[in-house]
């Protein structure tokens, strides 16, 4: 095959597939067939110069661009998507970072994939405004996109971008690659939600992550769960009183807080985990049922650690643990927790326990590939 015919082929189909037409569609345009569309897209043809114009012009890019071939990208495309926030951001060959945006949400299991795809689109375009896609690596770690499906579905949206390379995984890719920089070690996760990611030789595994309802402790749901039962429960007199309850009733500005049940159930796993701060406060104001809240669920957070080293049992030294997500913004109350239960568990000198200070899109330039020191990627803004 002719290299130009091989590069035009390439270019047009990744065009069309942008564009959402069928080969059908394209050809209708043009005032061609089917079939001819797919000979171009093959490679076997090329089509007459006046139809390369009108074909330019209905794809709405240049000459140049149809038959453009760049082997190495020019510029880094990352994106972390979470449930509460999509961050963007576009660096260059040297890693420095040219610009950075952030948007809401993108899990498709909470707003849906029209909805997430719709939010992806709106921010690819607006940082790569001025930049031929074609000159662009891009990696989106989505969460909720590690699925089979959900990756099969990704990965088509930003194929058809018409980006040099593309691809897709769950956010977890952008926490173990920015946390752990592509050695052995275990990231736990202790934000809305908890879980724990091991990652040996370039492959990743996971336990717990089972979602809110079944995870049971060590995650900003469970402190907030815990802190509304707890001042429920002073108010019936089944349990202690505690500075939580009188917390929460300045935050609701009622007169109790049982009247608010039908509120804490309408308001989902992010609404109960806005509480778990006051759990931090409590404790800091030496109440003893906020401590016990704390410590149980950094046994949590413990046994996730000691299960997944299990799985790292021949690496010599101490196991790197990498701790994410919000909750470890209060990591010099809560690590001691975790280090006094694995010393009572027998792992007293195991592991060394850090917290990702970081930004996690920064994972997501090291997956698309961009090759330079990690200590380079630095906001030009």
């Known amino acids: ?29 043009l005032g061609y067939s089917e079939k001819a569309v797919s000979k171009w ?66 899990n498709p299991f909470d707003i849906g994939f029209e909805a997430a795809s719709e939010l992806l689109s709106r921010g690819i375009n607006q940082i790569t405004a ?9 990696f989106a ?17 930003l194929e058809g971008f018409g980006f040099l390379a593309a691809s897709c ?31 040996r030789d370039g492959e990743r595994s996971l336990v717990g992550g089972l979602g809110y309802l079944f995870d049971h402790a060590g995650s900003g749901y469970d402190l907030g769960n815990e802190a509304i039962r707890a001042a429920c429960c002073q108010e019936d007199g089944s349990g202690e009183p505690t500075l939580i309850h009188d917390y929460i009733l300045e935050t609701l500005k009622t007169e109790t807080v049982l009247e608010n049940l039908t509120h804490f159930y309408s308001i989902g796993k992010r609404g109960i985990a806005s509480y778990s701060p006051l759990v931090i ?15 149980d669920n950094m046994e949590h957070v413990a046994d996730l650690i000691i299960t997944a080293s299990r799985r790292l049992e021949s690496t010599e030294g101490k196991i790197n643990v990498v701790c994410v ?55 030009k803004e």
């Open 1 to 29: 095959m002719d290299t130009y015919a091989r590069i035009f082929a390439e270019n047009l189909r990744r065009f069309r597939k942008h564009m959402h037409w069928t080969q059908e569609q394209l050809g209708e345009k």
């Open 41 to 106: 897209e093959s490679g076997n043809s090329i089509p007459p110069a006046e139809t390369l114009l009108v074909l330019a012009d209905a794809l709405n890019v240049s000459l140049d661009d149809l038959f453009s071939h760049t082997s190495v990208p020019q510029y880094y495309l990352g994106i972390d998507g979470g449930a509460t926030k999509t961050t963007f951001a576009l660096a260059d060959r040297s890693g420095a970072i040219l610009q950075k945006i952030t948007l809401g949400p993108s």
């Open 130 to 138: 001025n930049i031929h896609k074609r000159k662009i690596s891009v």
């Open 141 to 157: 770690g989505i969460s909720g996109g590690g699925t089979e499906k959900m990756r099969e579905r990704f990965n088509a949206f």
């Open 169 to 199: 995984d769950s956010d977890a890719a952008n926490i173990i690659a920015a946390g752990l920089k592509g050695e052995d070690g275990i990231v736990v996760i202790m934000g809305t939600g908890s879980s724990c990611f091991v990652s």
């Open 281 to 295: 406060r409590a404790y800091e104001a030496g109440d003893k049922v906020a401590e016990r809240i704390l410590v």
């Open 325 to 379: 997500g919000g909750l470890t913004h209060k990591s010099e109350h809560l690590f001691p927790m975790i280090y006094s239960h694995l010393s009572d568990k027998g792992y007293s000198d195991r592991f060394e326990i850090s917290a990702f200070v970081g930004d996690v899109v920064l994972g997501a330039l090291l997956m698309s590939g961009i090759e330079c020191q990690e200590s380079a990627l630095e906001s």
